[in-house]
């Protein structure tokens, strides 16, 4: 009789071939937990970068405490590939929103939130933004002058995430004393405050009065990723008059963006636009009134 050698399946292997199972069946997934976390814990090491990026969400909204480190370490740099270090930022916030006790790594996120690496900064400021973590505003505000523009943003929506309103304040606030720097990152972001939007418009607007030019044209990028208004569309129409050459190729950009019935009312500049000094600026005005 002809004998048949078993050759026994490695052990990555094993742990890969469960992780497949659980995401092919989230049911069992979470029938499963804690075990389930487990193998998936244990199969990261051993995962491609597109099967960590698919495990990660399951581990951030299941894992809680026991997966506090083993994201940390991965955004850190336990991978090669920047897409699994940002997600694993993501994912620690959530995993630390639902832990029993998130301040050990809530102290080690702000201590390196002055690291050499701007990577590092800008991926420990994203993961300390989980909903109620005022404890960690403070050093998050710090960071909105920091001299990565990455680390900027991911401060100010780490702190959009934290969920406390007095962090619009705090904001609105530094946007009139702060450092230019700050100010440019509080303008580029504030938009992410959804829940605030009728003040957010509120605050762009009133801005471009006392702003410096430089900072116009940041506060008018802000602006043009909150929902068009009557209100905003009666400005545009008073900067399309400005001299500053760079607000009227702005707006006017801003506009492209726009479907064409939205921005009807302002034809009649358009129209003017069309003697514009400016060539750009004459030619982006006809593509938007050749619109339909």
Same mark, same amino acid.
């Given at each position: 009789m002809k004998t048949v050698t078993l050759v026994p399946m490695k052990?990555? &292997?094993?742990?890969?071939?469960?992780?497949?199972? *659980?995401?092919?069946?989230? &049911?069992?997934?979470?029938?499963?937990?804690? /075990?389930?976390?487990? %193998?998936?814990?244990?199969?990261?090491?051993?995962?491609?970068? &597109?099967? %960590?990026?698919?495990?990660?969400?399951? +581990?951030?909204?299941?894992?809680?405490?026991? $997966?506090?480190?083993?994201? *940390?370490?991965?955004?850190r740099g336990g991978s090669a590939d920047d897409s699994v270090c940002?997600?694993?930022?993501?994912?620690?916030?959530?995993?630390?929103? +639902?832990?029993? /006790?998130?301040?050990?790594?809530?102290?080690?996120? %702000?201590?390196?939130?002055?690291?050499?690496?701007?990577?590092?900064?800008?991926?420990?400021?994203?993961?300390?933004?989980?909903?109620?973590?005022?404890?960690? $505003?403070?050093?998050?505000?710090?960071?909105?002058?920091?001299?990565?523009?990455?680390?900027? =943003? =991911?401060? !100010?929506?780490?702190?959009?995430? $934290?969920? /406390?309103?007095? $962090?619009?304040?705090?904001?609105?606030?530094?946007?009139?004393?702060?450092? =230019?720097?700050?100010?440019?990152?509080?303008?580029?972001?504030?938009?992410?405050?959804?829940?605030? %939007?009728?003040?957010?418009?509120?605050? *762009?607007?009133?801005?471009? &009065?006392?702003?410096?030019?430089?900072?116009?044209?940041?506060?008018?990028?802000?602006?043009?990723?909150?929902?068009?208004?009557?209100?905003?569309?009666?400005?545009?129409?008073? +900067?399309?008059?400005?001299?500053?050459?760079?607000?009227?190729?702005?707006?006017?950009? !801003?506009?492209?963006?726009?479907?064409?019935?939205?921005y009807a009312s302002l034809k009649d500049i358009l129209c003017v636009?069309?003697?514009?000094?400016?060539?750009?600026?004459?030619?982006?005005?006809?593509?938007?009134?050749?619109?339909?």
């Amino acid at each position: 009789m002809k004998t048949v050698t078993l050759v026994p399946m490695k052990r990555p &292997e094993r742990l890969i071939e469960k992780a497949q199972n *659980y995401l092919a069946d989230m &049911e069992a997934f979470f029938l499963d937990t804690p /075990d389930a976390v487990t %193998i998936m814990l244990d199969a990261l090491p051993h995962a491609d970068t &597109e099967f %960590i990026l698919k495990m990660l969400p399951l +581990l951030g909204v299941a894992g809680k405490d026991r $997966v506090l480190w083993p994201l *940390y370490r991965l955004m850190r740099g336990g991978s090669a590939d920047d897409s699994v270090c940002l997600s694993a930022a993501v994912q620690l916030g959530l995993a630390a929103s +639902l832990s029993n /006790d998130s301040s050990a790594l809530r102290a080690e996120l %702000i201590k390196n939130l002055s690291h050499p690496e701007a990577s590092v900064r800008s991926n420990c400021a994203l993961a300390l933004g989980w909903e109620g973590n005022w404890p960690a $505003v403070e050093s998050l505000m710090a960071h909105l002058s920091d001299p990565d523009r990455n680390v900027q =943003a =991911a401060a !100010i929506a780490a702190l959009t995430s $934290v969920g /406390d309103l007095r $962090v619009f304040d705090l904001l609105t606030a530094r946007l009139e004393r702060g450092t =230019a720097e700050e100010q440019r990152s509080i303008l580029l972001n504030l938009w992410r405050f959804a829940e605030k %939007i009728p003040q957010v418009e509120d605050v *762009y607007l009133g801005s471009m &009065e006392t702003l410096s030019p430089d900072l116009r044209v940041d506060a008018l990028s802000g602006l043009a990723m909150v929902p068009l208004s009557a209100t905003i569309l009666n400005r545009y129409r008073q +900067l399309l008059k400005e001299e500053d050459l760079r607000i009227r190729r702005q707006v006017l950009e !801003i506009l492209s963006a726009e479907d064409p019935v939205d921005y009807a009312s302002l034809k009649d500049i358009l129209c003017v636009l069309l003697a514009d000094k400016d060539a750009q600026v004459r030619q982006a005005a006809t593509r938007l009134l050749a619109r339909r």
